[in-house]
C-alpha cells in the first residue's frame, strides 16, 4: 500500500485521503495513517504544484551546471556536493557519472545573478576544478508532465 | 424509383439478412447526436497506444517496409508471441507451425470458427457476452448454443450448464474470461473441470483471452495449460486492450498444427496478412511494453475499486469485477428495463452506459458501464447515476 500511495501522491498531490483510499480498496483512516508516517519519516519531503513560472516570475533564469570537483581524502563528494546544495540559488543538485562529476541546477532572478553565483560562489570553492554552465531556453517536459498540449484525439462515443 | 426492397427481394444472402444489427449499433446513433456527455460505453482503451509503441510503427514506416508479409505474419513477432505466452502463460507453442498473426482478434476468432464448422455444428458459448460471438457462428453456417451466466455465480460460466448443453452436433466452445461485458474470470477449479468435460466430449475449446492480462485479484492459469488441452484448444489474443492497440488490428491464435492450418488457408484467401506497420509495432509491445502496461492496469484497477463501491453504495448490486474494464450492475430494481434505463440516463443526465441486452437477452436487468474513462469522468458519471436513480 505504502509504494502505491507514494506513486499516487507523487503523481497528483492534491488527492485526499478518501480519494485514495476509495481507489485502493482501504479505510481512509488507515491511508491517512500511512500518509502521516511518511510525512514524519521524511519519504514525503512537501507538495507542491507544477506551475508555469514563467508568468509569476517572467525574468526568472535557469541554468544546469556541469562542475568538476577534486574528490576529497575522507568524504570523497559528499561535503563538497552538501556545501554546494546550501546556496539557496542551487534548486536540484545530483553526483553525475561521466566527464563531470556534480549536476546542479540553478535559478535566479536575472542573467546576472545566474552568472555572479557561478563566477564568485561556485567557482571559488576549494576543490571545484571548472565550471560549464547551460542557461535553459524553454522548457517542455518537467516532472514528467509535458507542458505543452496536444489536440485531444476523441474515440468513438460508443464501441462494443 | 422502384421501390427497391420489393424489387430486390431476394439480393442479401437469407443467413445474412436474418442477423440482427447490434443493439450498440443503436446507441452509438443516439449517443452520437448529443453534446458533453460522458460515456461509459466504450469498449477500448481510453489511453492511447505507448509512444515507444508508435514511434516504432513510424520508424517501420521510415525504414521503407511497406510490404506484405508471409501469410503467417512477421515470423520475428511469432517468435516474440510464442517467447511471451512461454513466460507468462507458461504456454509451449512452436512460432513456424502453431502461431498465425490476424486483423485483430476480430479476425482470430472469424478464421477459428470458419476453419472447424460444418453446416449445422453446433457451438457453445456463454452470454451475455461480446457482441461477435453469435453472429460470427451463423455468417459459418454453424448455430449458435448460448450457455447463460448468472449473477449469483458472479457470471462464471457453470460447468453443468456447459455439460447440459452438449448435443452430438457439439463442435467447440467458445470462452471468453475475462469477459466482455461482465468482467468475469474463471477459477482454476472450474477451468479444470470445463477441460474434463470438453476431453470426455472431445470438443474444441476456442478461449477468446483478449482481456488476460487484465487480471486484478486472483490469475488463473489458461484452459489451454490443462492437461489433454492445448492440443484441442485454440488461444485468441492480441494487442488492442492490454497494450491500448485498438486501432492497429493486431491479434493472434495459437493452438495445435493442423487447426491452425486450417485457418492459416482462410486467412490466406480471406485477409492475406496483417499489416507489416502494425506487426512490427506489436513487436516493440511485446518487447518493451511491459512497464507501460502494468501502469495502465493499476490505472484500471483503481477505477474498478471506485466504480463498483459506488454502484454499491448507491444501491445498484455490482459484481466486483476480477478482470477486463467492465462493470455489470444491476438495474432491475429500480424497476426500469436495461434499455429504458440506459436511453433514460443518457437524455435526463448525458451518461452513456449500454444496456445488458446488447449482449444477449440474459443480459436484461443489466448495464456494462467501461471504465476505461478517467477516474474524474467516472466519478462524475457515477454522481449522475446517483441522482438519476434517486428520483425515479
Ligand atoms: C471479448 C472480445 N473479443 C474480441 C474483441 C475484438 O478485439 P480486436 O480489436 O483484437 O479485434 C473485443 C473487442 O472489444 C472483445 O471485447
Redesign the interface.
Known amino acids: 500500500m505504502q509504494n502505491?500511495i507514494l506513486?499516487m501522491l507523487n503523481e497528483n498531490a492534491r488527492l485526499t485521503p478518501g480519494q485514495i483510499a476509495?481507489?485502493?480498496?482501504k479505510s481512509e483512516k488507515e491511508v491517512a495513517a500511512m500518509i502521516k508516517r511518511l510525512e514524519e519519516d521524511n519519504i514525503i519531503k512537501g507538495y507542491r504544484a507544477i506551475v508555469d513560472e514563467s508568468v509569476f516570475s517572467p525574468n526568472c533564469v535557469k541554468a544546469i551546471i556541469e562542475v568538476k570537483v577534486r574528490p576529497e581524502r575522507d568524504g570523497g563528494f559528499n561535503n563538497i556536493a552538501k556545501r554546494v546544495s546550501k546556496f539557496s540559488e542551487v534548486s536540484s543538485l545530483y553526483l553525475v557519472s561521466g566527464g563531470f562529476d556534480l549536476l546542479i541546477e540553478v535559478q535566479g532572478g536575472t542573467l546576472q545573478e545566474v552568472a555572479d553565483f557561478v563566477s564568485s560562489k561556485l567557482s571559488t570553492i576549494e576543490g571545484v576544478i571548472s565550471t560549464s554552465t547551460h542557461f535553459l531556453l524553454k522548457k517542455y517536459k518537467e516532472s514528467g508532465k509535458m507542458l505543452h498540449n496536444e489536440d485531444e484525439?476523441e474515440?468513438?462515443?460508443?464501441?462494443? | 424509383m422502384k421501390d427497391s426492397k420489393s424489387h430486390h427481394k431476394k439480393r442479401i444472402a437469407e443467413h445474412i439478412s436474418v442477423l440482427p444489427k447490434s443493439g450498440i449499433r443503436d446507441f452509438f446513433e443516439l449517443v452520437n447526436t448529443m453534446d458533453d456527455v460522458i460515456s461509459l460505453g466504450i469498449g477500448e482503451p481510453d489511453f492511447v497506444t505507448p509512444w515507444h509503441i508508435r514511434e516504432s510503427a513510424i520508424y517501420s514506416l521510415e525504414k521503407g517496409h511497406t510490404s506484405y508479409t508471409s501469410n503467417l505474419g512477421l515470423l520475428s513477432l511469432r517468435k516474440e508471441i510464442c517467447a511471451y505466452l512461454e513466460k507468462d502463460y507458461e504456454l509451449d507453442y512452436d512460432p513456424v507451425r502453431e502461431c498465425i498473426i490476424t486483423v485483430g482478434v476480430s479476425e482470430a476468432l472469424d478464421l477459428a470458427i470458419r476453419a472447424i464448422v460444418n453446416p449445422g455444428d453446433e457451438i457453445i458459448y456463454h452470454e451475455p457476452c461480446y457482441v461477435s460471438y453469435a453472429p460470427e457462428i451463423s455468417m459459418a453456417h454453424g448455430v449458435p448454443v448460448p450457455v447463460v451466466t448468472r449473477e449469483e455465480n458472479n457470471f462464471a460460466i457453470s460447468p453443468d450448464d456447459f455439460r447440459k448443453a452438449i448435443t452430438p452436433k457439439t463442435k467447440a466452445i467458445l470462452l471468453n474470461f475475462p469477459c466482455n461485458p461482465t468482467g468475469a474470470t474463471l477459477t482454476v477449479e472450474q477451468k479444470k473441470e470445463i477441460a474434463e468435460i470438453a476431453i470426455e466430449h472431445d470438443i474444441i475449446v476456442i478461449t477468446d483471452e483478449i482481456y488476460s492480462e487484465l487480471t486484478y485479484d486472483d490469475k488463473s492459469p489458461s484452459i489451454a495449460t490443462f492437461p489433454g488441452m492445448q492440443e484441442r484448444t485454440i488461444f485468441l489474443h492480441g494487442f488492442s486492450k492490454a497494450f491500448a492497440m485498438t486501432g492497429s488490428r493486431i491479434g493472434y491464435a495459437c493452438g495445435p498444427a493442423d487447426l491452425i492450418d486450417a485457418m492459416m488457408k482462410v486467412h490466406q484467401y480471406s485477409m492475406l496478412c496483417a499489416s507489416i506497420t502494425a506487426q512490427e509495432a506489436a513487436e516493440e509491445a511485446l518487447r518493451n511494453g511491459r512497464s507501460e502496461m502494468e501502469k495502465m492496469k493499476r490505472e484500471y484497477w483503481q477505477r474498478r475499486n471506485v466504480i463498483v463501491k459506488r454502484f454499491n453504495d448507491m444501491g445498484l448490486h455490482c459484481v466486483k469485477p476480477n478482470g477486463a474494464f467492465y462493470a455489470f450492475p444491476r438495474i432491475k430494481d429500480t424497476g426500469l428495463s436495461s434499455n429504458d434505463f440506459a436511453k433514460r440516463l443518457l437524455s435526463e443526465k448525458k451518461v452513456a452506459v449500454i444496456p445488458g441486452t446488447a449482449f444477449g437477452a440474459c443480459g436484461e436487468g443489466f448495464v456494462r458501464c467501461a471504465y476505461a474513462a478517467s477516474m474524474e469522468d467516472i466519478v462524475e458519471a457515477m454522481e449522475r447515476v446517483k441522482d438519476f436513480i434517486k428520483k425515479l
Open positions: 502505491e506513486r476509495e481507489r485502493l480498496n484525439y474515440r468513438l462515443k460508443v464501441s462494443p
